[in-house]
C-alpha cells in the first residue's frame, strides 16, 4: 500500500506565490510517476502537472510558465511551485503517484486565490 500525505494549502492574494509538498510512504518503486491535480466546486478533476522518475515533466497549458513541478526522489516527494496566482486557481488540489497498474490519491489540500 501506498500513503500520500500533502500539506502547503491554504488562502493567497491574486499575484501571490504558494508551495505545495506531497510525501509517499509505503511500497514505492523507483519507476512511479507523481503529479497534481485539481478539482473546483461543480466541476471535474483536471490534471495540472505531471512528472515521471527521469524527472521529465508534463504541465496544462493554463499552468505553463507559473507553476512548476519537481521532485525528491530519495525523500519519495513532490512539489507544486505555484507563482502569479490567479482567482481561477482556487481548488482543491490532489497528489497522485502511478506505479505499474496502480493509482493513489493524496487526501486533497485546499488553495485559494482571493483578495
Known amino acids: 500500500q501506498v500513503q500520500l500525505v500533502e500539506s502547503g494549502g491554504g488562502l493567497v492574494q491574486p499575484g501571490g506565490s504558494l508551495r505545495l509538498s506531497c510525501t509517499a510512504s509505503?511500497?514505492?518503486?523507483?519507476?512511479?510517476?507523481m503529479g497534481w491535480y485539481r478539482q473546483a466546486p461543480g466541476k471535474e478533476r483536471e490534471l495540472v502537472a505531471l512528472?515521471?522518475?527521469?524527472?521529465?515533466?508534463i504541465y496544462a497549458y493554463s499552468v505553463q510558465g507559473t507553476f512548476t513541478i519537481s521532485r525528491d526522489n530519495a525523500q519519495n516527494t513532490v512539489y507544486l511551485q505555484m507563482n502569479s496566482l490567479k482567482p481561477e486557481d482556487t481548488s482543491v488540489y490532489y497528489c497522485k503517484l502511478v506505479q505499474w497498474i496502480s493509482a493513489y490519491w493524496g487526501q486533497g489540500t485546499q488553495v485559494t486565490v482571493s483578495s
Open positions: 509505503g511500497n514505492i518503486f523507483s519507476g512511479a510517476s
Open positions: 512528472i515521471d522518475s527521469s524527472g521529465r515533466t
